[in-house]
Nanobody, 124 residues
Framework: QLQLVESGGGLVQPGGSLRLSCVVSGFAVDRHAIGWFRQAPGQERKGVACIGSDGFSTVYAANVKDRFTVSRDGSKKVVSLQMNNLKPEDTGVYYC?????????????????WGQGTQVTVSS
């Protein structure tokens, strides 16, 4: 069992930056990849980024690559998502998540572990 708690959301103008954090606790946290998903209003959740248990391997969605950076601290228990040059289409609820059936990147399904989500709104 893993528990994930996100923080850092808010309202930001287009072109601005925000940093989200996720604190992960539970069994063998350091063996799990951790991902970020985004759910825009009226849409299903979509993957944004994932960082491996090694703290170096990363994967990004095409529409955030070069703007977002996912990182993990030395304890492997705090995962951050630095978001730069934010656009209105980045608006949504951001969820921190882990694979419920293994240690690879999360699958985005109900059986994965999910945080409660944090709202990000990009608007002028």
């Amino acid at each position: 069992q893993l528990q994930l708690v996100e923080s850092g959301g808010g309202l930001v103008q287009p072109g601005g930056s925000l940093r989200l954090s996720c604190v992960v606790s539970g069994f063998a946290v350091d063996r799990h990849a951790i991902g970020w998903f985004r759910q825009a209003p009226g849409q299903e959740r979509k993957g944004v980024a994932c960082i491996g248990s090694d703290g170096f391997s990363t994967v990004y969605a095409a529409n955030v690559k070069d703007r977002f950076t996912v990182s993990r601290d030395g304890s492997k228990k705090v995962v951050s998502l630095q978001m730069n040059n934010l656009k209105p289409e980045d608006t949504g609820v951001y969820y921190c998540t882990a694979n419920g059936a293994g240690t690879g990147c999360p699958r985005g399904i109900a059986d994965d572990y999910w945080g409660q989500g944090t709202q990000v709104t990009v608007s002028s």
